[in-house]
């Protein structure tokens, strides 16, 4: 018998919380500059309570082809990926009017 999940009642495979909780987030998308003129593209606003931030992470850096982290409810991605994320987060399931690029 699968688990239940304890916030929504439904089996783990069913479970929409996930799906829930990326309609409600308010995502910042910003690009930083590091030392030796390397740029950033930072993702702050995503709750690494109801999200698992790693996944998210995972699945960007495996679409821009790049490397980054996932620290402190932050995304890091090496690389100017300004043009690109918004899109790529509605394909991951985020609302589009929630995500605010600077």
Known sequence: MSDICPTCGLPKPL????????????????LETRKYK???TLIEGIDEKQ????EIAKKL????ACGGTAKN??????????????????????DENTIEVE
């Open 15 to 30: 479970c929409i919380c996930q799906a829930i909780a990326k309609g409600e987030q308010k995502i910042k998308v910003k």
């Open 51 to 54: 999200i698992n931030i790693k």
């Open 73 to 94: 409810g932050t995304i890091e991605l090496q690389g100017n990926h300004i043009s690109k994320i918004k899109q790529e987060l509605k394909v991951l399931g985020f």
């Open 38 to 40: 390397k740029a950033i």
């Open 61 to 64: 850096k495996e679409k821009f």
